[in-house]
């Protein structure tokens, strides 16, 4: 199977490459659209702020070449962010594939810890990207926006309110949470991705 | 639910765990790696790997040891000691560390922590403060490992490191540092109250109960320890399912 890593300005790509190295993957790390739409599987990764990633993206169009992917694409962290619509961080447009929009947290009081970081549970699991997941499974998270409830929710996650930790619109999915570091969970999770169907 | 998380830390010098470890199941008791993998499988929800020697000579060392760990590791992982400049962060962050932690070269140039954060994002930047609580009853912050006592609060130095992008704070208690007498609780409370980032209690947890009171009286987001697990005088699992069972938020 061929696995791709969508290069840009993202600082977890080495973590996900290693994380599919442990499921016996070899993958790609490349922002050479040829190779990303000849790929079985598009991973999308990021950790890093909306707006500098968008403009990345657009100077080599990759916003243009993500949106008419057929194969399945998986987003994580901000990568799934930057797949809705609008991101709250820095008013940025996003690629407007989920309908959900991007909102910040909102401390309600002085000890309330924005970003959230840490193990947190998902639940209301929908779609084989969870399939064989026990609904509440603890994933690790780092992030302090957040995509809404909508259409395309397929798992719900609650700090300060509940939102969606992971959304998925045809061959297009989002976590919020990262698989590469939620232990066997994760790597169920990353499995189950490369099992989907294109 | 967010748990509150349980971290041991694993202390590294050339490359190998300093402190003595007793753990049948580990081949190589002082291949940090081993020991690290252990740890993740038994449920530790991060590790922390602070090298010891962190020389200018040993710090290629210190990025092959990252690379093998991240390769390895299925858990984030904080890796400190020595780091000073935007290029040792990028060389760690670049062979899988999650964060990285810094203590001394923050507070000789605050600016150091606005830049990495800028560069790197706040989330990976975890400033570890070293903190002693003198005979005027106030916390003040040390440096070099706690050879080097400062004039400054620790709880001054915590707001104003907050205010420049600090992602976590990694508190270790002076005082109570090896005593396995307990956290000290009330400064960790202080700072939980009263800053928006999550505080990593260290120092001073020797049984179950300590745990307990240092996310209970102490409000800690995480604690974190080393000897206790090396001996195995407290087993992840058991001290996980105890806490649970206390009602604290865990992941097991």
Redesign the interface.
Known sequence: MNVTIIQYNAGNIQSVLYALERIGVTAVVTDDAAMIQAADKVIFPGVGEASTAMSYLKARNLDQLIVTLKQPVLGICLGMQLMCQHSAENDTPCLGIFEEQVLSFKAKEASTKIPQIGWNTISNLKTDLFKGIPENSFTYFVHGYYAGIGENTISTTNYIQEYSSALNKNNFYGVQFHPEKSAKVGEQIIQNFLEIKS | ?????IIPCLDIKDGRTVKGVNFEQIRDAGDPIELGALY?SQGA?ELVFLDITATVEKRKTLSELVNKI???I???FTVGGGIKTEEDVRIL????A?KISINTAAFMDPSTISRFAKN?????VVLAIDAKCEADNHWYVYLNGGRTKTDKLVTDWAKEAVDLGV??ILLTSMNHDGTKQGFALDITAEL???????IIASGGGGTEAHFLDVFTKG?A??ALAASIFHYKEVAIPDLKQYLFNKGIPI?L
């Open positions: 639910m967010l748990t509150k998380r993740a929800d991240a390769h390895r299925n858990i984030p962050l670049q062979n899988g999650d790197f994002g706040s989330q990976c992602g976590e939980a109250e009263n800053l928006p980032v999550p409000k987001d995480a992941r």
